[in-house]
């Protein structure tokens, strides 16, 4: 039976000063969700050529059935707590951690944060006490159109179970005033980013009010995407990728010991080795 979380290490630094994790959504997984459109490259690796002292992460969850169990809170807090376990099994959370989210995976990472906070394991609580950035790429923090990603991406999930992630239920809006408060007292910073284009012009999936938690004063960032391609950016020129970059090395200034030396690499931007992507402790390779 597989698995109902993994983590899989991308790239890094043996004694990295940052771990970047990247959480895929309702019916991602953690190859091809942050694989680029066109030429074909897993771009989370792009960070390990720009940074040193980084390592870089993916979890995958079985996001096949994810509306399934996001619509019911009691399984929600459950794949939390599957996902804490893993981290902290592995010592993410140890080191300073930013996260980048897409779409309902930020309800995933925001759930994760407040359990972290209110629970009494120690290995938990290191998830929360080191989240220093947190990237949520379309992720719909109020529910007005829960119910039409859902029923865009998994047409066939009966809508009386999606009426606890509305704002009817007040779930999403308690979890989003925790996430407030939580960014706030720890000191997270929060950069949210919106998509501009109708998925399969068909319809924009979450709009700029819902795509912003309303948390730090980063404003909600446009990007020239749908909801699907605004996680896979085309080149390193892309805004996506130079926007975190730049929040990523405000970090790391913060991260890294005045004697430390810089954190980006020397004159190396070229196109990351295929080696660069490897499983963690022999793990499977995310299925296509």
């Known amino acids: ?42 771009w989370p690796t792009w960070f390990c050529s720009v940074f040193r002292n980084v390592g870089v992460y993916a979890v995958g969850y079985p996001a096949s ?13 459950e794949q939390t707590n599957n ?28 759930e994760m944060l ?15 006490k080191n989240t220093k950035l947190v990237a949520f790429l379309a992720t719909p923090h109020l529910g007005a159109e829960l119910a039409s990603l859902i029923k865009f991406l998994a ?8 009426d606890l992630l509305t704002n009817d239920s007040g779930y999403l809006r308690s979890l989003n005033q925790s996430y407030r408060d939580l960014a706030k007292i720890l000191g997270i910073r929060t950069v949210p980013y919106y998509e501009t284009y109708k998925t399969k012009k068909l319809a924009l999936i979450v709009s700029p009010d819902s795509a912003d938690p309303g948390a730090g004063s980063a404003r909600p960032i446009a990007i020239e995407g749908d909801h699907i391609s605004i996680c896979k950016p085309s080149n390193r020129d892309s805004l996506i990728f130079v926007s975190l970059c730049r929040h990523i090395e ?13 954190s980006f690499v020397a004159d190396d931007y070229g196109t990351p080795s295929p080696t660069d992507r490897r499983d963690l402790l022999k793990m499977r390779t995310p299925q296509q």
């Not at 983590?7 to 994790?21: H, M, P, Q, S, V």
């Not at 047409?155 to 999606?162: D, G, N, Q």
């Not at 200034?253 to 030396?261: H, R």
Request: charged fraction near 20%; glycine fraction near 10%; include cysteine.
């Open 1 to 42: 039976m597989e698995d109902a979380s993994q983590l899989f290490k991308i790239c890094g630094a043996e004694n990295a000063a940052l771990d970047i994790i990247f959480i895929h959504g309702l019916t991602g997984n953690p190859q091809e969700t942050w694989t680029t459109e066109p030429g074909n490259e897993y």
């Open 65 to 77: 059935i994810y509306a399934k169990w996001a619509c019911k809170e009691l399984d929600l807090h």
């Open 83 to 110: 996902l804490l376990e893993r981290l902290a099994s592995y010592g993410i959370g140890k080191r300073p951690i930013t996260i980048v989210a897409h779409s309902l995976g930020g309800i995933l990472v925001k």
């Open 114 to 128: 407040r359990v972290s906070k209110e629970c009494t394991d120690d290995g938990w609580q290191q998830f929360a």
């Open 155 to 162: 047409p066939r999930i009966s809508s009386t179970h999606i």
């Open 250 to 262: 405000s970090i790391l200034k913060e991260c890294i010991p005045a004697n430390g030396g810089s």
